[in-house]
């Protein structure tokens, strides 16, 4: 059986996304280049009119490592912040992750249906399909935002409470030990929240809903610990590629746009598995879900509907009524 038609265990989802990466890099790589591309270069360019160099002096030497890890104060840094050209970068930011970002995520979640399945990735018609579906992605990303904002800002209202509660109080080691484990409560409530309602995207690119909470909590039930064991996974994993690339790029390049290029292109090189990985978590959750509704109906059929005692001695008395109405000699 193909891995894309049975449930995946927790070492299968990684393998089966390094896989897809590995197969069709140029394909998945390209989609990020053409979408996120253009929104990196122009921050380039804005990093160049803010006085940043093109090629900085090596922090490879004396005084490299102490300036690597403790950071330096530099003149164009000065620059860019301050003015128009700070104003355009972050417009930059902001088109990057209302625009470019959803549509990059789309595209490469129909990407890898499109390998699921088995068709040849057409990168235009996979775009124009992100594209056709962008409004109600960003209205469910809005929305999924605003829900989870609400959420936070509840939980740290009421550990502030807690917290001027327990300020006029003679604090000890107990009061100190219960306020993080409230904060300990909180975190994991928002992200529990934050992980049951994350699968909202591909439900409204494929099921065509909006804003796809709802979806995405029936899909995630009894999948919390295993997403988040994933999530963490993932993220050590990413983090070691691009701190091993950022320090590479600045040892030899010092903080220049040809450093800034490099980690741009990881940046879209991680996204690119992080992409791949939700898609494929989403895929594993579908079948999963569908083998567990199946069961159930299954289940159902076989065992029927509860039927009561005496709901039992009517039918069984009707039964024989009708037999001794049916026998010659009753007559």
Known sequence: MSHWERPLGFGEVLDVTFRVVKEHFAKLFMI?????????????????????????????????WRQLFMGTETEWSVELNGGATFILYTLADFVLMTVAY????????????SIREGKPLDLKDLIKQAGSRYWPLLGGSIVYLLV????????????????????????????????VLLG?????????????WSFYFPAIVFEKVSPGLGKSWNLTRRQFWRLVGLYIVLTIILTIITALF????????????????FLYLVQMLTMLILFVAYAVVYFDLR??????????????YHTGPEISPAHEAGNAQAEGEQRDGDDPRSN
């Open 32 to 64: 990020m280049v053409v979408l996120l591309g253009p929104v990196f270069l122009f921050q380039l360019l804005l990093l160049l009119m803010g006085g940043v160099p093109f090629v900085g002096s090596s922090l490879v030497g004396e005084g490299g």
């Open 102 to 113: 959803i549509l990059a995520v789309a595209a490469i979640i129909l990407a890898v249906h």
């Open 148 to 179: 989870l904002s609400g959420i936070v800002t509840a939980l740290v209202l009421i550990l502030i409470f807690l917290g001027v509660g327990i300020d006029f109080m003679d604090t000890s080691i107990y009061e100190i030990l219960t306020m």
């Open 184 to 196: 300990l409560l909180a975190f994991f409530g928002a992200s529990y929240f934050m992980t049951r």
């Open 246 to 261: 950022q320090f590479v790029s600045q040892m030899l390049f010092g903080v220049s746009v040809v450093t800034n290029l």
């Open 287 to 300: 079948i999963r879900n569908e083998a567990v509704d199946l069961k159930e109906m299954v289940d159902t």
